[in-house]
C-alpha cells in the first residue's frame, strides 16, 4: 500500500483511479464493505478533522470505529 502525500508522486492514470474509487464508494458499490469489522484509530487532539473523516467513512462502509484517546499510546518514560 502506498501512502498519498503528494499527487505528483503518482501519474495521471493512478490518480484518475483514485477519483474513480472514490466515485464508486460515493454510489454504493463498497456499501457494507466492512460489515462486521472494528476499526480502532489513534488521533492527536489536534486531528479532529481527519478523525471525523475517517470515522464517517468507516460508517458509511458498515463498519464501527472505536476511538481510543492518544494518552493509551505506550510512549517511553524519561
Known amino acids: 500500500m502506498r501512502h498519498l ?3 505528483s508522486d503518482y501519474t ?3 490518480v484518475r483511479e ?5 466515485d464508486r464508494v460515493k454510489h454504493g458499490r463498497y456499501k457494507g464493505f ?5 476499526i480502532v484509530m489513534f488521533f492527536p487532539t489536534s486531528s479532529i ?3 471525523v473523516t475517517f470515522e ?14 492518544p494518552e493509551a499510546l505506550d510512549k517511553k518514560k524519561q
Open 49 to 51: 478533522r481527519t478523525r
Open 18 to 22: 483514485i477519483f474513480s474509487i472514490a
Open 12 to 14: 495521471k492514470e493512478e
Open 56 to 69: 464517517k467513512g468507516i460508517h458509511l462502509l458498515g463498519g464501527q470505529s472505536i476511538l481510543f484517546p
Open 5 to 7: 502525500i503528494r499527487l
Open 34 to 38: 466492512l460489515e462486521g469489522k472494528t
